[in-house]
């Protein structure tokens, strides 16, 4: 009996040189020896799922091909509707708002944890334009801020009730 080299386990070798029990661990250990490319684990900018990417998916961000689609949906989306109303348009990530404004709703000040992202809960984070888009808001950092579902839901499409010290539209 032989102890393989890539998983550790015991194995019967047809042979005195075999080192690895199966083609997948053979494999394995190649790629991991040849490829100095950062697999560590990290989190999905789309579902905040940990992942590990997987041999070939050099800058992957997200957990999987329908992660990366709906992010991208999602953002293009309120790009159309902004340049359809013939506002100022601006490449808008949700995570980077809602880690500036601390995944803390702007309205309320109720912690809106990550993980209820795309959820119907009340504490959801939800990306919120402070000027709607249907009032002349852009779609720009500066128009956007960090609610929860309950007072994104609440607020719907009126103007902010406080002036605010910045300006609305880019």
């Not at 249907?134 to 950092?141: E, M, P, V, W």
Request: charge should be positive.
């Amino acid at each position: 009996m032989a102890k393989c080299v890539g998983c550790g386990d015991r194995f019967a070798s047809a042979n005195l040189v075999s080192k690895y029990c199966s083609s997948n661990c053979r494999k394995t250990q190649y790629i991991a020896a040849n490829d100095n490319v950062d697999r560590s684990p990290r989190s999905c900018a789309e579902c905040a799922v940990v992942f590990s990417p997987e041999y070939g998916d050099k800058r992957s961000v997200y957990c999987s091909r329908a992660c990366s689609r709906r992010n991208s949906g999602r953002i293009n989306r309120k790009k159309e509707r902004a340049r359809l109303r013939t506002q100022a348009v601006e490449n808008v990530n949700p995570i980077k708002v809602f880690d500036r404004d601390g995944w803390k709703c702007q309205i309320c000040g109720v912690k809106t944890p990550r993980n209820l992202r795309g959820t119907y809960d009340d504490m959801a984070p939800e990306l919120d334009h402070i000027m709607p888009l249907s009032l002349g808001g852009a779609h720009s950092y500066m128009n956007t801020q960090c609610t929860c579902r309950k007072c994104n839901a609440a607020k719907s499409n009126n103007p902010p009730t406080q002036p605010s010290l910045f300006a609305y539209a880019a």
